[in-house]
C-alpha cells in the first residue's frame, strides 16, 4: 500500500503534494529540477480563453517572510495551453489541474468546455478571486451567490473534478464555502493571496506599479490554517491547503487541520525542488511513524 496516496472526491492522487497555480509556469519550466510526474498534481498558471501579458512591472516585490506579487494573470491562453503545453504534460505523465479564471460566468463556462475536450486535464480549479464585470466588479469569491452561480454554471458543463479556490478576502468565508459546495464543487483549495502593499522609503515609491499585489509565503501560513480549520468544520467536501507551505511541517500542520492535500507555492520562487522535497521528507516521516497521509489528516489535537 502506498501511505501518500490520498482521495481528493473522486481524484485519486498518488500523493498530497501538488505545486500551486501561478508558481511553477505550465510545469515544463522545472525540467532539470526533478520529474514533475512525481508530485500529486500541478495547478497550471491561471489560464483565460485569450493570452494575456499581465501588468507593467515591477510586479513582484520580497516582503518580510513572504512576497507580493501583481502579476496580473498574465498566460499563454487555454488555446496555446492545449496546443503547446498539454502534449508534453500528456506523455510524459504529469496529473495536471486547469487553474482557470474569467470575468464573467459565461466566459468560465467557454473554458470549461474547452479544456473538457481534452484528455490529459485532470480537473479544473476555479480562481473566484476575480472581478465578474456584470455585478460592477464585485469578486465573485468574496459573495456567496456570486461564487455558487459560477461554480454552478460550471459544475453543469463538464464532467472533470471541480475544484474552487476560496478567496481569504471573502467576509464569511465558510458561508462562501458552503455556498459552493452545495453549487456541485468536489473540492475547495484555499487560499490565495492577501492583497497589500510595499513602500520605499528612500524613494517614496510605491515598489508595484500596479501599487497592490497579493501577499504569499510564510507570513500567510497562519491565516490559511485558520481559514482550512473553518472550512474543514463547515463543508463534507475535501480541502486542500495552501499558504506559505515551505517544509514538510508546513505540510503536517494542513494535514492536522484537516486539510486532504497541500499545494507549494512561493516556496518554489526559492528552491524550484521545494515542492519535491517536502515530498521525500512527508515519505520519510510517514516510514518512520508508520502511518499514511489519510491518519495524520484532521487528527489536530486542539481542532
Ligand atoms: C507569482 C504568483 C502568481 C500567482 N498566480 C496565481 C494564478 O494565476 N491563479 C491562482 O489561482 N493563484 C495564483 N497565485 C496564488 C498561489 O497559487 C497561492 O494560492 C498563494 O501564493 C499562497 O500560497 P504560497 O504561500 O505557497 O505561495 C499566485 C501566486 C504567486 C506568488
Partial sequence: MNPLAVKVGTLELTNPVLAASGTFGYGLEFDGFFDVAELGGICTKGLSLAPRQGNTPPRICETPAGMLNAIGLANVGVEAFCREKLPTLRERGVTVIANVFASSVDDFVRLTDRLSGETGVHALELNISCPNVKEGG????????????????????????????????????????????????????????IRGTSIDPETGINRLHNRTGGLSGPALRPIALRIVSELVAAVSIPVIGIGGVSTVNDAVEFFLAGAVAVQVGTASFADPCAAKKILDGLAELCTRRGVTVTELTGNGRTL
Avoid: H
Avoid at 471573502?170 to 462562501?176: L, M, R, S, Y
Fill in 138 to 193: 464585485i469578486e465573485f469569491g468574496k459573495d456567496p451567490r456570486l461564487a455558487a452561480e459560477v461554480t454552478r454554471s460550471v459544475r453543469q458543463a463538464t464532467d472533470l473534478p471541480l475544484w474552487v479556490k476560496m478567496s481569504p478576502e471573502a467576509g464569511d468565508i465558510p458561508e462562501v464555502g458552503r455556498a459552493v459546495e452545495a453549487a456541485g464543487a468536489d473540492a475547495l483549495t484555499a487560499i490565495n493571496t
